[in-house]
């Protein structure tokens, strides 16, 4: 199996709606597998942000229309911000506009100014919503038409659900991330198709795979059963001069980048690539932060993606 690699952007940070329909077009047109996008409310770090956010799935629901094989979706949409019964019908209606190419990362929500920002709830334990928002959006999704979907947990409680709109794919895939030593792995066992890691450090990601196999193993499903993605920042040039100056425009040290990410020249990226490989990664989404730099996409599949073979 070739290393799948995906484009995967933060535009809290400060990004338009064209701003992401670009590198989503981009993505596609360079072959890229997906076009994917976090889900947060405030910038980070000294960003101001402007012109300010855009919600993550009416993005991804204007990108559906505008663009026609590359795959969507969100790492990752907070449990926080959504009731699941919302979130299905949304989900379920970008994957019709898409025709059939939406998936959904879900995660618990960890960024708590984002919340006081927007007057949106920030409880301190939210596992529990995040179990319950998976039982539900599943739930509801693979209820059969004609019938309906009733759920009654701590959280959220359902009453006769047409479970009502049907998304195009028999199965959208659910990705689960965190780095949890018990419950999150059993969650991503029980409920996902996808395990991410989330800008680990690099000698964590194999001892990491492991525990999730062993997850799966508890669970009854058969090994190798859910794809082992990364998420690691991403910033490569053709030359020591163009990386460096890649570096600077995303406000990171050099040494940093190539401590913690795909970074350096094409060489030290490919490098990188096949080592995750040979961990057992089988998916990496690449942190694009300079959303108007188109040429960095066209480098990492003109001659990064090349080389993996």
């Known amino acids: 199996m070739t290393l799948d ?18 590198v989503a077009q981009a993505t596609e047109r360079l072959g890229f597998s997906a ?12 960003r101001d942000g402007l ?16 663009t026609s094989t590359v795959r969507l979706g969100t790492l990752v ?34 960024f708590a100014a984002e919340h006081a920002a927007y007057g949106i709830p920030f409880p301190d334990k939210r596992f529990g919503l995040l179990e319950e ?28 659900s047409p479970a009502l709109p049907k998304p195009v794919q028999p199965r959208i895939p659910v990705l689960v991330g965190g780095g949890g030593p018990r419950r999150t792995p059993a969650l991503a066992a029980r409920f996902a198709d996808e395990y991410n890691q989330s800008f680990p450090a690099i000698a964590d990601i194999g001892p990491r795979i492991t525990v999730i196999e062993q997850a799966l193993a508890d669970a009854g499903r058969e090994p190798g059963s859910l794809v082992q ?19 600077a425009a995303i406000g990171r040290e050099p040494a940093e980048l190539r ?9 030290e990226a490919v490098d990188r690539l096949k080592a995750l490989e040979a961990e057992g990664v089988q998916r990496v989404y690449l942190q694009v932060l300079d959303l108007a730099d188109l040429d960095h996409l066209d480098l990492f599949a003109r001659e990064v993606r090349r080389q993996l073979g």
């Open 51 to 66: 012109p300010g956010p855009t919600d993550s799935w009416v993005t991804l629901a204007g990108i559906a229309r505008e």
């Open 259 to 267: 401590e913690h990410g795909i970074a350096g020249t094409v060489g």
């Open 35 to 46: 076009f994917f996008r976090s889900d947060h409310y405030l910038a980070m770090g000294d």
């Open 229 to 247: 993605s990364v998420a690691l920042v991403a910033a490569v040039g053709q030359d020591e001069a163009e990386f460096t100056r890649r570096a």
């Open 133 to 160: 928002q998976l039982e539900v959006v599943t739930g509801l999704w693979n209820t059969p038409v004609g019938e309906t979907f009733s759920y009654s947990g701590a959280h959220y409680q359902l009453t006769d």
């Open 77 to 110: 949409s907070s449990a926080t911000f959504r009731h699941p019964g919302v979130l299905a019908i949304q989900v379920a209606q970008v994957d019709q506009m898409s025709g059939g190419r939406v998936e959904l990362g879900l995660g618990t929500g960890w």
């Open 5 to 22: 690699l995906r484009i995967f952007t933060e535009p809290q940070q400060g990004a338009t709606y064209d701003d992401q329909l670009a």
